[in-house]
């Protein structure tokens, strides 16, 4: 048997809606315009802005909080490149803090001591992955976030749909929070991006700065001409297209469906493997926990064990490379390997599971009997 790591799905919602954009007439209803109203119905935010990707939206969301050179963001070492990325385009600098060792998140202990000890009028935000679709503790983070005076944005690429506490993530704080229709390493069929906030005025700057920062016209105004347009600031083309947006629609549409086969597939994983030696299984703080990946410790020999699923049909994931072992970073801030030791130790460790919205239960078992095989002939 074959299992890839990811298999996209492509439902019937998301079908009709694109053929509805590829028939339709020009000036028909927005879908990219839909789809912000349905973010501001998911998330209880009162503002959504989509692009073309979540990095752009992310890019878009500093842009917004007026992020400048020689600021600093702070994130967490274990997250995908897309986060330190944008804070460098305005020359500022990413400064990296180490994870919890049980859910791979930040670690809010080592975040509060970061600001204790360099508290500065240059520390600005703070980027917050929610690793697997597991929130990290917000009201704590909130609290911290206020008292150094740091703005907060969510990076929710993996917890669309997730909720904390009751409370949609998007509704409980965070100055700006990012979804993603494109998830990180998985090919799929469509881009998209979405930030949702609180603020009008980020919000205003966001939209403004989207499309090459090129006013809205005035809709009012009968006699104006559609080919006139003016320039007010320096922006960025980071529009959704009406299909994205369509194809993006259908799925959130389906969006608590998809979750909830990623419990059920979690749940069978932990039924089959716990107790399996070599294999620690992830832990949840809560029910909430929505699996968007499935991250496994392997107590050793990570790769050797990967190649052997390989071998066997199974395809794995890595989520993710520490971001002071890659290059660029590890270069420009001289950053040495054993700074971050709980995210070095548990990216030794971490192997992610195929987990996907289509996954059958015989893929599932099939996989879990080729762990429990191979883990027989470990030492």
Do not use: W
Request: with cysteine; glycine share 4%; aromatic share 8%.
């Amino acid at each position: 048997m074959q299992i890839p790591f990811f298999r996209p799905t492509v439902n019937s919602t998301q079908r009709k809606l694109v053929n509805e954009v590829l028939e339709a007439e020009i000036d028909d209803e927005k879908r990219v315009t839909i789809l912000e109203e349905a973010f501001v119905d998911m998330t209880q935010a009162p503002y959504a802005v989509a692009t073309n990707n979540a990095t752009s939206a992310m890019h878009l969301a500093l842009c917004a909080l007026q992020i400048k050179r020689g600021d600093k963001v702070l994130c967490s070492v274990n997250a995908f490149p897309s986060v330190p990325e944008v804070v460098r385009h305005f020359d500022a600098e990413p400064v990296f803090i180490d994870i919890d060792r049980d859910d791979f998140n930040i670690d809010l202990n080592a975040l509060e001591r970061y600001l204790e000890e360099h508290n500065s009028k240059k520390l600005k935000a703070v980027i917050v992955s929610h690793i697997a679709g597991q929130t990290t503790h917000l009201e704590r983070l909130y609290k911290i976030a206020q008292i150094y005076d740091i703005k907060i944005i969510e990076d929710a690429s993996e917890a669309m749909g997730a909720t904390y506490h009751g409370q949609p993530i998007g509704s409980t704080g965070a100055d700006v929070v990012i979804f993603s229709f494109s998830p990180h390493l998985k090919d799929t069929h469509a881009n998209g991006g979405v930030m949702v906030c609180h603020s009008e005025e980020i919000y205003e700057r966001a939209l403004l700065l989207r499309d090459h920062a090129i006013p809205a016209p005035n809709t009012m105004d009968d006699e104006r001409l559609e080919y006139i347009y003016d320039v007010v600031d320096i922006g960025c083309k980071y529009t959704m297209s009406e299909l994205d947006a369509a194809f993006c629609l259908g799925a959130l549409e389906n969006i608590q469906s998809s979750i909830e086969r990623h419990q059920e597939i979690a749940n069978r994983y932990k039924k089959r493997l716990e107790g399996v030696k070599h294999i620690a299984l992830p832990m949840a703080h809560s029910d909430e926990h929505i699996y968007f990946n499935y991250i496994v410790k392997i107590d050793k020999n990570r790769d050797s064990f990967a190649r052997d699923l390989k071998a066997k049909g199974v395809s794995t994931g890595l989520h993710y490379i520490p971001l002071h072992l890659l290059t660029y970073y590890k270069n420009k801030y001289e950053l040495r390997v054993n700074s971050y030791p709980v995210a070095l130790q548990t990216y030794q460790q971490v192997l992610s599971l195929p987990i996907f919205e289509e996954m059958t239960d015989k893929e599932v078992d099939y996989i879990c009997d080729t762990i429990i095989e191979l883990a027989k002939h470990r030492v």
